[in-house]
């Protein structure tokens, strides 16, 4: 039944047809990244980047994780970080550095990354802990910078520089039932016709880490440094809709850089 707020509300709507408007907002939209290109190249830049070559070793997997597991008293890590193979990390004070420090303990070559950006620590009968090691692009939580340290939860988000994943905490463990002798009998057949006749299967350790190296220590003379996320100035009197363009601060940098790493 149409009524006088039915007519209201069409008449309200743009009438043009769906093609054509969605082509108008296409174009406005593409309006708008270049006036923001224009006076904040670099940033943008820095997400182009991050689409066309750091996406490369994390499109090896489809979800990144760090799970801190405690079993018999001993913490551990699990993580498909690096180079996207499944790893336990065992640390004997309980600490796991995370940067591009060749003895940090999770080796990320990342350039946004510094070479101690983070760390992430067990602490008994608290849990685990993220603690910003005084990096240069910071550490987020759920898009909320880490003040030097803050506690870790179920399926928190976690983004250090550019370096993205979830962290899951695994530490109760129980033993199930016995299977009926019908499905192990169903399950092993199954297996035993399809297993691959090539068993050549090797184990890899980890190939980063090596006992005699020392920690390297940061240098002002350093010849690779931390990329930090850039600002570009905005020119006084340009306008953008009739606006003036942001000025991005650090802490919407992030937030820009949280979305598109969630995308």
């Known amino acids: 039944?149409?009524?006088?707020?039915?007519?209201?509300?069409?008449?309200?709507?743009?009438?043009?047809?769906?093609?054509?408007?969605?082509?108008?907002?296409?174009?406005?939209?593409?309006?708008?990244?270049?006036?923001?290109?224009?006076?904040?190249?670099?940033?943008?830049?820095?997400i182009l980047e991050l689409e066309n070559s750091d996406g490369k070793w994390r499109s090896r997997a489809t979800v990144h994780y760090v799970q801190g597991v405690v079993q018999t008293q001993?913490?551990?890590?699990?993580?498909?970080?690096?180079?996207?193979?499944?790893q336990a990390l065992y640390q004997p004070e309980g600490i796991w550095v995370i940067g591009r420090d060749r003895k940090a303990t999770l080796l990320i070559q990342d350039k946004r990354l510094s070479r101690r950006h983070a760390a992430i620590q067990f602490v008994e009968n608290e849990g685990f802990y993220l603690i910003d090691l005084n990096s240069t692009n910071g550490s987020f939580i759920n898009g909320e910078a880490v003040r030097q340290c803050a506690?870790?939860?179920?399926?928190?988000?976690?983004?250090?520089?550019?370096?993205?994943?979830?962290?899951?905490?695994?530490?109760?463990?129980?033993?199930?039932?016995?299977?009926?002798m019908d499905v192990l009998e169903q399950v092993n057949t199954l297996r035993r016709a399809i297993a691959p006749t090539n068993q050549n299967l090797t184990n890899q350790g980890a190939e980063h880490t090596s006992a005699t190296t020392d920690w390297e220590i940061p240098s002002a003379m350093g010849t690779e440094e931390t990329s930090v996320f850039p600002v570009s100035p905005v020119p006084s009197g340009e306008h953008l809709s009739e606006a003036k363009i942001p000025e991005f601060s650090p802490a919407q940098q992030a937030k820009i850089l949280d979305r598109f790493l969630k995308r």
């Open 1 to 46: 039944m149409i009524d006088s707020q039915s007519l209201a509300k069409y008449s309200s709507h743009d009438v043009r047809p769906p093609r054509e408007a969605d082509l108008e907002q296409r174009l406005g939209l593409y309006r708008v990244f270049l006036k923001l290109y224009e006076h904040h190249p670099r940033l943008l830049d820095e």
């Open 74 to 86: 001993q913490p551990y890590l699990a993580t498909n970080l690096l180079k996207g193979k499944t």
């Open 151 to 180: 506690p870790l939860k179920e399926g928190d988000q976690i983004r250090l520089g550019s370096l993205a994943f979830t962290f899951f905490i695994c530490e109760t463990s129980r033993m199930t039932e016995r299977l009926p």
